[in-house]
C-alpha cells in the first residue's frame, strides 16, 4: 500500500443534483471521469470497486481472493470512525482470511442506509378510527392494532400488502417481528457465526410462531407467493392494504402512489425496548488491490459518502444517507421520515443486519422454509431446526 | 526350392510395398479425399473449441471444491456422491420429470392435432395461423416469463376469465400456488413448444404423398382413420425429432423458471439447472455445480438415445 495520505477531491455537480450518486453513471460524469481517470491510467473503475447491491458475501470472496485493501489507515486518517456504530461497521468487517465476519479489518464503507420499515396508509389509518400521529409504541400495541384492523376491513382487502415472489420479501417481512422478540445483537451474532449462537432458541420459535399467525389470521394478500416485491410497493401505492413492511428503497414508488397519504415509522419494539429492523447499508464501496493510486481511490470514497454534494444526490434518489449526523432532506417531510427511521434504528445499535448473510444457501433455505411455514406446511420449531442445520452445515467449513 | 522360397519372399514383399503406396495415393470409387478435413475443419474447431472443450473442462471441475476465485482442491468423486443424496437435487429430477409431460407430450399431441386439421383440407390464411401458432417459440424465454407473470397474476387475464363464465372458485394465484406452480410454468412451456412442433409436422406432412391420401379415401377411411393410417406413420421421423427437442428443452429449462419463480414457493418449483446455476453463481460452489451439470447432461443423453431407440430409428440407419 502507498503511504497514507489525505487528497482532496473536489467535484462540482453540474446537473444540481438530477444524477444517480453511485454504480455507473458517475463513472460516465465528463467532470468526475477527468479525475478519476487522473487516478488511474486503468480508468476509474479499476480504483473503487462495489460489491453485489444486496449481497455481502462478495466481499469474503473478494477478501479471501486479496482483491481489496483494508481501508482502516483512511479511516484513521480521514476519521471516518464517525460514520457508523459499530454494530454497522461490523458489516465492513472480515478477518484477513475472509472467513469471519464482524471482526478483523475494515475493508468497505457504504453510501446509503436500508432499513425495512413500516409504511402506513394514513388515509386508511384514519377511516378505521386511527391518529397516525399517535402510532402504538410497542410490538405488543402493534400486534393488536393489526387483529382490530382485520376485524373491521372486507375479508377480501389485506391488512399488509406483502410481496414474496422472489422470496426476500419474507426474510425482510420477519426481520420485523424476529426484532420485537430476539435480541438484536444476538442475530448480528448468529449472522456472524459468532460461537453458540442458534436460529433454535424459545425467542425465536415464538417469533415464528407470530409471523404463522399473521399469515392464518390472513393479514396478508392470499397471491403474497406470486406478486413481485417492487410490485408489492405499487399495489400499497395503489391503496391495497393499510400497511406495507419492507426497505427504504422503495419508498419513492410508494411516494408516487400514495402522494401525502403515508407515513414511515419502524416498527415497534418488544420487551427490550431497543428501536430495531432488518437492514443494512447499500453494497459497500472497496478500494482495489491492483490500484496504484489507493490515496485518491480513498479521496473519492471520502467525497461521495460523506460529502454534503453527495448527500443532496443521495436524497435525490430517495435514498437515505448512511452516515450518523447526516443532514435532513429541506422541504420533504416524508423523506425525513424515512430518513429519522434510518437514524433511530442504526443509533440505536438495532440494525439486525440481513439473515440471509449467515451462509451462502441460508437466502434460498429462509425464502423456502419461510413460505411452508405461512403456507402451514411447516411448524415453527421445525422451521428453526432446518434454518440452523444450514448455519452449522457452513459453520464447520469456518473452522 | 529353398532357393526359390528365398527369391519369392522378397518379391511378395515388394508387391506388398506398391500395392500399399498404391493404396495411400488411389481411393475405392467414391471415398472422399482426405481434403473433405478441410471442409470440415472451421466447423470441427468451433464445435471443439467452444462445446467439446467446455464439456470436459465441466468434467473436470466436477472433480474440484472449488469457489471460482481461489485455487480448488481436488476431492474426487465427493460432490457426485454428495448429488446423489441431496434431496433437493432428486426433488429437482422429479419436477424436470413432470415438466416433460407439458414440454414434450403435450405439444407432439397439440402439435398433431393441428396438422390434423391444417392439413386435410385447404385453409384459408393458412400461412397466417402457421405464424402465429409458431410465434411463441420465436420470442425470448424472459419476454415469455414476464408476460405469462401478468396473465397469471391474481388480478389478471386469466382469473378474469375464470370469473367472468363462473369459475372464480378456480381462481387462484396460480405461480404463488403450492399446488398449481409447477403445472402452471409448465404451461408456459406447452405454450412456448407446441408451435415448434406443429412446424415440424406441417412440413413431414407435405412430403406424404397424396396418393396415400386417395388411395385411404377411395377406401372409405374417415378423417380419424386417415389420421392413424397415413399421417402419423407417415410423420414418425418428425415425431422423433420432435420428441427429442421438446425433451432436451424440458430437462434444461432455466429461463421461465428464473423468470418467474426460482424454484419457489417452497421448493415446489426447483429443476436440475436452477439448482445448478444457484450453486455455481449465488453458492460459490462452481465443483458441485459441474457435477450437477454433468448429471444433468448424461441423463439428457441417456433419454435423447431412449427415445431414438424405442421409435426404432437407430436400425433405419
Same mark, same amino acid.
Given at each position: 500500500m502507498s503511504l497514507v495520505s489525505r487528497v482532496r477531491v473536489t467535484v462540482q455537480d453540474r446537473d444540481q443534483g438530477r444524477r444517480p450518486v453511485g454504480g455507473k453513471n458517475l463513472v460516465n460524469d465528463p467532470v468526475l471521469g477527468r479525475v478519476l481517470s487522473l487516478a488511474g491510467t486503468h480508468g476509474a473503475v479499476e480504483e473503487v470497486k462495489t460489491g453485489d447491491a444486496d449481497d455481502v458475501s462478495p466481499d469474503a470472496a473478494l477478501v479471501k481472493a486479496r482483491l481489496i485493501i483494508p481501508l482502516d489507515p483512511y479511516i484513521k486518517a480521514y476519521g471516518w470512525d464517525d460514520w457508523y456504530s459499530d454494530s454497522t461497521w461490523s458489516i465492513f468487517r472480515w478477518t484477513d482470511d475472509g472467513k469471519t465476519f464482524g471482526q478483523g479489518p475494515k475493508w468497505g464503507v457504504a453510501q446509503t442506509g436500508q432499513n425495512v420499515a413500516v409504511f402506513a396508509n394514513t388515509e386508511k389509518l384514519k377511516a378505521l378510527g386511527y391518529d397516525p400521529a399517535n402510532m402504538p409504541t410497542t410490538f405488543d400495541d402493534f400486534n393488536a392494532m393489526l387483529a382490530d384492523i382485520r376485524q373491521k376491513l372486507p375479508k377480501n382487502e389485506p391488512v399488509i400488502q406483502f410481496g414474496n415472489n422472489e422470496g426476500y420479501g419474507t426474510i425482510h417481512m420477519y426481520g420485523g417481528i424476529q426484532a420485537a422478540y430476539v435480541d438484536p445483537q444476538s442475530v448480528r451474532d448468529w449472522i456472524q457465526h459468532?460461537?453458540?449462537?442458534? %436460529?433454535?432458541t424459545p425467542e425465536n420459535i415464538q417469533a415464528l410462531k407470530t409471523y404463522q399467525e399473521w399469515a392464518s389470521n390472513g %393479514?396478508?394478500?392470499?397471491d403474497y407467493n406470486a406478486k413481485k416485491y417492487d410490485q408489492s410497493a405499487a399495489d400499497f401505492g395503489k391503496g391495497q392494504g393499510v400497511f406495507w413492511m419492507g426497505g427504504d428503497w422503495d419508498s419513492s414508488i410508494i411516494k408516487a402512489g400514495l402522494g401525502d397519504n403515508v407515513m414511515v415509522m419502524n416498527i415497534p419494539p418488544g420487551a427490550s425496548g431497543t428501536w430495531a429492523s432488518i437492514g443494512a447499508t447499500s453494497g459497500p464501496w472497496h478500494i482495489s488491490a #491492483?490500484? #496504484?493510486y489507493p490515496d485518491v481511490a480513498a479521496a473519492w470514497l471520502d467525497y461521495v459518502i460523506a460529502s454534503p454534494e453527495a448527500q443532496k444526490l443521495m436524497y435525490a434518489q430517495q435514498q437515505i444517507p448512511a452516515i450518523a449526523g447526516a443532514e435532513t432532506p429541506s422541504g420533504d417531510p416524508y423523506l425525513g421520515q424515512v430518513a429519522a427511521a434510518w437514524q433511530q434504528v442504526a443509533g440505536d445499535d438495532? =440494525?439486525? =443486519?440481513?439473515?440471509?448473510?449467515?451462509?451462502?444457501?441460508m437466502y434460498n433455505t429462509l425464502a423456502s422454509h419461510f413460505q411452508n411455514l405461512l403456507a402451514g406446511k411447516e411448524s415453527p420449531e421445525d422451521m428453526a431446526k432446518a434454518v440452523q442445520a444450514d448455519w452449522e452445515k457452513f459453520d464447520k467449513t469456518l473452522k | 526350392m529353398a532357393v526359390s522360397a528365398d527369391a519369392a519372399a522378397p518379391a511378395a514383399a515388394a508387391d506388398a510395398e506398391v500395392e500399399k503406396a498404391r493404396r495411400a495415393t488411389q481411393r475405392a470409387p467414391g471415398e472422399p479425399r482426405n481434403v473433405a478435413w478441410l471442409y470440415i475443419l472451421p466447423g470441427l474447431a468451433f464445435y471443439l473449441l467452444f462445446t467439446l472443450a467446455p464439456l470436459a473442462h465441466t468434467v473436470e471441475l466436477s472433480l474440484f471444491d472449488w469457489d471460482g476465485l481461489t485455487p480448488g482442491r481436488y476431492i474426487g468423486f465427493a460432490n457426485y456422491r454428495e448429488a446423489f443424496s441431496d434431496p433437493l437435487v432428486r426433488e429437482s429430477f422429479r419436477h424436470s420429470a413432470e415438466l416433460i409431460v407439458f414440454y414434450a407430450l403435450i405439444p407432439v399431441v397439440l402439435g398433431l392435432l393441428l396438422t390434423a386439421l391444417l392439413t386435410r383440407h385447404p385453409v384459408r390464411g393458412f400461412t397466417f395461423y402457421r405464424t402465429a401458432l409458431f410465434l411463441p417459440q420465436m420470442l425470448a424465454g424472459v419476454v415469455v416469463a414476464q408476460a405469462w407473470v401478468w396473465i397469471y397474476a391474481s388480478d389478471g387475464p386469466l382469473n378474469e376469465l375464470l370469473r367472468t363464465i363462473g369459475l372464480g372458485s378456480l381462481a387462484r394465484p396460480w405461480l404463488g400456488d403450492f399446488s398449481w406452480a409447477l403445472p402452471a410454468i409448465g404451461g408456459i412451456g406447452t405454450w412456448v413448444t407446441y408451435g415448434l412442433c406443429m412446424v415440424l409436422f406441417i412440413a413431414g406432412a407435405q412430403?406424404?404423398?397424396t396418393s396415400l391420401y386417395d388411395a385411404a379415401r377411395v377406401d372409405g377411411a374417415g378423417p380419424l382413420r386417415e389420421f392413424f393410417a397415413v399421417t402419423l406413420p407417415g410423420l414418425k421421423n418428425e415425431i422423433v425429432v420432435a420428441f427429442v427437442l421438446t425433451t432436451i428443452n424440458a430437462l434444461r429449462s432455466f429461463d421461465l423458471i428464473y423468470n418467474t419463480n426460482q424454484g419457489g414457493p417452497g421448493t415446489t418449483t426447483y429443476v436440475p439447472s436452477l439448482y445448478m446455476y444457484q450453486n455455481a453463481f449465488v453458492y460459490n460452489r462452481v465443483g458441485y455445480a459441474a457435477a450437477i451439470a454433468v448429471i444433468l447432461a448424461a441423463t439428457i443423453f441417456a433419454l435423447a438415445f431412449l427415445v431414438i431407440y424405442l421409435t426404432g430409428r437407430g436400425e433405419e440407419r
Open positions: 459468532v460461537p453458540g449462537s442458534s %436460529y433454535d %393479514y396478508f394478500n392470499s #491492483k490500484t #496504484k438495532g =440494525l439486525m =443486519l440481513y439473515t440471509d448473510w449467515a451462509s451462502p444457501t | 412430403n406424404i404423398p
